[in-house]
């Protein structure tokens, strides 16, 4: 069974960090990629993020230098590092599974909340 299970959002000062993450159930994790998309109110969803199995990188213009992807192979689990947030960060972030970094994702997590607000 395909499970993304993330954790990890919240209520945050502008300026502040947190850290998302998504445990996935191995047989997603050993073959494909993993991101993180977020969806805005009013708004699409949008990648924020994707990182292949070997590592390589794929960010949207607005999280660059502040947000970081990452795996840990061995807990399969992704994480995004989201620092110096933004009001405009505000979103449900959703975890995902695709082919590559740059494929629209086959699989999604049931999303947690980010909000920035003072």
């Known amino acids: 069974q395909v499970q993304l299970v993330e954790s990890g959002g919240g209520l945050v000062q502008p300026g502040g960090s947190l850290r998302l993450s998504c445990a996935a159930s191995g047989t997603i994790f050993n073959i494909y990629a993993m991101g993180w998309y977020r969806q805005a109110p009013g708004k699409q969803r949008e990648l924020v993020a994707a990182i292949s199995r070997g590592g390589s990188l794929n960010y949207a213009d607005s999280v660059k230098g502040r947000f970081t992807i990452s795996r840990d192979n061995a807990k399969n689990t992704v994480y995004l590092q989201m620092n110096s947030l933004k009001p405009e960060d505000t979103a449900v972030y959703y975890c995902?599974?695709?082919?590559?970094?740059?494929?629209?994702?086959?699989?999604w997590g049931q999303g947690t909340q980010v909000t920035v607000s003072s």
């Open positions: 995902t599974a695709q082919q590559t970094i740059f494929s629209r994702p086959l699989y």
